[in-house]
């Protein structure tokens, strides 16, 4: 941990996780209001499925050339559809792809505290943990919600995105996770979303408190 003193040096990063519609991004969102920076790692994990990505080759290599779209982009429900049904798979693909998002993410966000140390910089990642990148945070968050409500929600969202899952697709994808139980033992403040937007933007408010706190 470091020192009071150090800390006035750079600005403060806070990891911000949980499981698959939790509420992650919308407590990210509701931060960003208040001034934090955000970096998503899901977007930069997006980033590297593109036509582009310097890791491409590794993924078809990896999950078949059926991956992908016309467009030489991986299509991600049909990546979705091999990592979530097999643990192998799933962990060749995080082995693929976690080091490039862990070196992203991290070096965006030292650059920005080194910059501004008043910054409050948001590194929203959901495998934070797992990858071994809270290690560099100065506060962990993380956000819960109940097995039925992260069910209910993905289900409504990915009906909302035109790719409509099973129950069993999404009940695959929370199982893949880390359960909460075991996140919250990292977290140095846990927000419960299960109730309103306004319950949620009260929980904000006092980590939002709680993290100029830390500044100080």
């Given at each position: ?15 911000i ?16 209001e ?10 930069i ?48 693909l995080n ?21 501004d ?31 039925e ?5 993905t ?28 996140k919250?033992?990292y ?11 306004e ?18």
């Amino acid at each position: 941990m470091e020192t009071a003193t150090k800390r006035r040096t750079r600005g403060t990063i806070v990891g911000i996780t949980g499981g698959i519609a939790c509420g992650k991004t919308t407590v990210s969102d509701l931060l960003t209001e208040k001034g934090a920076i955000p970096i998503n790692a899901d977007e930069i994990g997006h980033q590297l499925l593109k036509a582009d990505s310097p890791v491409i080759d590794e993924l078809t290599d990896a999950f078949g050339g059926d991956i992908l779209e016309a467009s030489g982009d991986v299509s991600r429900k049909k990546l979705g559809a091999i990592v979530f049904q097999d643990k192998t798979a799933r962990e060749r693909l995080n082995g693929i792809l976690h080091p490039l998002i862990i070196q992203r993410s991290r070096g965006r966000a030292r650059q920005l505290v080194r910059e501004d140390p008043t910054c409050v910089v948001l590194l929203d990642a959901p495998l934070l943990i797992e990858a071994g990148a809270y290690e560099t945070v100065d506060l962990i968050v993380v956000v819960t919600a109940s097995p039925e409500t992260q069910l209910r929600r993905t289900l409504e969202r990915s009906i909302a995105q035109g790719r409509p899952l099973t129950e069993t697709e999404v009940q695959a994808r929370i199982d893949a996770q880390m359960p909460l139980t075991e996140k919250v033992k990292y977290a140095d403040v846990v927000i419960e979303n299960e109730g309103t937007l306004e319950d949620l933007r009260r929980q904000v408010d006092e980590l939002w408190q709680r993290i100029q706190e830390h500044k100080v």
